[in-house]
């Protein structure tokens, strides 16, 4: 269990948190007695093997998943009760992912990809930089391939539109699901060496799922999960 941090210093927060599903007749517990904070600004790896709930966690984290009990906070106020209207509003505007696969708009050039993704956005919050789509594009090195379609681009260029796109949310959190799963150790490097930098730049905390113990150790914590229970906690 974490140490207890205030309203004020909490970006993100999980108390008690479970999450079952059905599978037939039987029940599974994916979470069980999840107690979890995140800083603003802070750079945390969700690390466990597959099946540990470092997946489900950080869909619980970002609204995506309603926990069965327990509850989630943002910035001290409810997130898990709000209905799906309601969570969609609060991750448009301050919660951003990044999955394994790029999942790009197959029929949509990268700079289309990004003015979609701005639309739905919305303006920053008051004292946020607005950025345009070329802007973003060029951030993430991609300024020579607004015309792109997904299928024109290589593994590690449509994972760096897929993290443009989510700087289009401004966000607040950027939650990153096995973000390398696909690429090659190289690609993968510089990718993760993006996100890095551009969690620097911008501010933004930073959680990562990952199974890869190098991909964990560039965390500044590093969160073990095990049969659905956070087992270790390497709090700074």
């Known amino acids: 269990m974490t140490a207890v941090a205030t309203a004020t210093s909490t970006l993100t927060r999980c108390e008690n948190v479970e999450v079952t599903h059905r599978q037939g007749e039987d029940r599974i517990t994916a979470l069980r007695g999840i107690d979890l904070d995140i800083a603003p600004g802070e750079h945390v790896a969700l690390?466990?093997?597959s099946g540990s709930g470092k997946t489900t966690l950080l869909h619980v984290l970002g609204g995506l998943v309603v926990p069965s009990a327990g509850r989630v906070l943002w910035r001290g106020e409810p997130l898990s009760s709000l209905d799906a209207v309601a969570r969609g509003r609060a991750r448009a505007g301050s919660i951003a992912y990044v999955f394994q696969g790029a999942n790009l708009l197959e029929h949509f050039s990268a700079l289309e990809n990004l003015v979609f993704a701005l639309s739905v956005a919305g303006p920053p919050a008051q004292g946020q930089s607005a950025h345009s789509p070329e802007d973003l594009l060029a951030l993430v090195g991609l300024g020579d391939k607004l015309d792109s379609l997904p299928a024109e681009l290589s593994g590690g260029e449509a994972q760096r539109v897929a993290i443009a796109r989510a700087l289009a949310q401004h966000p607040q959190l950027l939650l990153c699901d096995e973000?390398?799963?696909?690429?090659?150790?190289?690609?993968?490097v510089r990718v993760l060496d993006l996100i890095d930098a551009l969690a620097q730049e911008f501010g933004f905390a930073l959680v990562t799922a990952t199974h890869d113990v190098d991909v964990a150790a560039r965390a500044e914590r590093i969160v073990e999960l095990r049969d659905g229970q956070i087992v270790k906690d390497d709090r700074p």
Not at 179 to 188: E, F, Q, R, Y
């Open 47 to 49: 690390w466990g093997r």
């Open 179 to 188: 973000p390398t799963g696909h690429l090659d150790s190289a690609t993968g």
